[in-house]
């Protein structure tokens, strides 16, 4: 069985004042295994962070279903853990407490807290940093508190909406190597949505590209490449062309928009 299914999944979105609909999502239907890193990759508005906030539990579609591990998703829950574009950190707490908050909410004692913090501090290679704030920190290392708070939860599943996006390209080549590290030796299964063919070529086992919106599943690419991923090879230059084409291949330009009228 798989570990994630999403079955005939469609989102369409209201405008009661304008009495418009807007359809992000049409069809989707692809299934994940247990371990798997898949990146989500697709242009601006073609659904990606809408189908992820689906499967977090943030949001519901309009029609088809959720299911992971044979149980279809209804809500938020602690079997999957979202790291955000901005790491949405609390300032007024260092970087230990930032990563232990969830258990301080759970009752957990505070040598409990700061064991379990130190822990996913130095698996994101922040020792040394346990006792600064946030403004004190580059925006890497915030993405590094914002990984550690979520694998903190211990995950069945880890959720990621472009969190590199506003990192520089070394900072950003950084974090793709110590993502990747950190996957190959804590074994999660991640979804990563992204809009840049180089990340999802660089971290997927698995690539979904998304058409333009309404996002429809153009293509599903496994990908069987060495670790670290030879950006100048040959096989990653050619599956580079073939996403770029299938992205950038004409739709019909009245596709997606909100012109359908509610009656």
């Not at 407490?97 to 290679?125: C, R, T, W």
């Amino acid at each position: 069985m798989a570990f994630l299914e999403v079955k005939n999944v469609e989102k369409v979105f209201k405008d009661e004042k304008r009495g418009t609909e807007l359809k992000a999502l049409d069809n989707i239907n692809f299934s994940i295994m247990e371990n798997e890193f898949v990146c989500l990759l697709g242009g601006s508005g073609c659904g990606k962070s809408t189908l992820l906030n689906m499967i977090a539990g943030f949001d519901k579609p309009t029609s088809g279903e959720i299911l992971m591990n044979g149980k279809k998703i209804e809500r938020m829950g602690a079997d999957r853990g979202m790291v955000f574009q901005q790491p949405t950190l609390m300032p007024w707490l260092t970087v230990s407490k930032n990563i232990s908050f969830h258990l301080k909410l759970k009752g957990a004692n505070k040598k409990k807290q700061k064991e379990e913090a130190q822990k996913y501090i130095d698996m994101v290679g922040l020792t040394g940093f346990e006792k600064h704030y946030p403004h004190e920190l580059s925006g890497g290392m915030n993405q590094r508190v914002g990984i550690a708070r979520a694998l903190l939860l211990n995950p069945s599943l880890i959720l990621m909406d472009e969190p590199f996006a506003a990192l520089d390209p070394f900072t950003k080549s950084d974090m793709q190597e110590e993502l990747v590290r950190i996957w190959q030796e804590h074994k999660r299964t991640i979804i990563f949505v992204t809009h840049s063919v180089e990340e999802a070529l660089i971290l997927g086992t698995k690539i979904i590209v998304l058409s333009k919106r309404p996002g429809r599943v153009n293509k599903i690419i496994d990908l069987d490449m060495d670790r670290p991923r030879d950006t100048t090879s040959t096989i990653f230059n050619q599956h580079k062309r073939e996403i770029l084409g299938l992205i950038h291949e004409n739709k019909d330009p009245e596709a997606g928009r909100p012109i359908h009228q509610v009656i």
